[in-house]
């Protein structure tokens, strides 16, 4: 039987981003070792992406330590707002006393009255101010994890600009050249397994009665001379 020798394993290596050829210095039947870079796709977009997350990182990073100082600062003031709310509320009510017994006038009263709501109201200004601070310190902090997820995607982006050959063999077919585009899934090189390799031949029906699966066969190949090989069904 007639057959041809093909290797047990193809493997069709494509990129996996679009962009620009700048290297792919092999040629069929060059030999390539396993993780071998075959590759190199101009990936100068992620590279400007990771600067420009980055970028935002450091500035989020600034912004949340500006406001961890407002914070402490907003604290001050809300125990500030506190201890006069309290006095204003102590001072608030020796007049009330006294104005019930008639030692005060109604002026004095409305005015330590009014000096009260103004300390009670300061100190809501004050926690509300604290409130408003965490909440920006919230989206920020958000906006950072957004950053390090740009970072992180274009850094992946990134390893895609230089392509690795995933087995060690023989380039048997090249699809582009430098300068081309390449495209997700679009195969820039066919290269076989060179240490597997299996001759497929087809039986004449009448004799397939002979053939069992393990039978042990001698298999002669004419481009490398009149030595005999062995080798066993499959």
């Known amino acids: 039987a007639t057959g041809t020798v093909r290797a047990k394993t193809t493997t069709q290596v494509a990129a996996n981003m679009m ?54 600062v907003a604290q001050a003031a809300v125990r500030t707002a506190e201890a006069n709310r309290v006095l204003a509320e102590q001072t608030f009510n020796r007049y009330r006393e006294l104005y019930e017994r008639k030692s005060a006038s109604a002026q004095e009263f409305d005015e330590a009255q009014s000096r009260l709501k103004a300390a009670t109201s300061e100190v809501d200004r004050a926690k509300a101010s604290i409130q408003a601070l965490l909440a920006k310190k919230q989206q920020i902090n958000a906006r950072m ?15 895609y600009g230089k392509i690795s050959s995933p087995v060690s063999g023989v380039i048997v077919k090249k699809y582009a050249e430098s300068g081309a585009i ?3 899934g679009i195969p820039l090189l066919s290269i076989e397994d060179s240490s ?38 499959s």
């Open 19 to 72: 962009g620009r050829i700048t290297s792919l210095p092999f040629a069929e039947g060059d030999y390539v070792s396993r993780g071998q870079t075959l590759a190199e796709i101009d990936n100068r977009e992620s590279r400007a992406q990771i600067k420009k997350a980055e970028a935002g990182l450091s500035e989020a990073r600034a912004a949340i330590t500006e406001i961890d100082k407002n914070v402490i």
């Open 145 to 159: 994890e957004q950053a390090k997820a740009d970072i992180t995607s274009g850094q992946i982006y990134e390893g």
């Open 182 to 184: 390449a495209s997700p």
């Open 196 to 233: 597997q390799y299996r001759l497929e031949a087809a039986v004449e029906e009448s004799r397939s009665s002979l053939v069992r699966v393990g039978n042990r066969v001698s298999v002669r190949i004419d481009a490398i001379g009149d030595t005999e090989f062995y080798g066993l069904v």
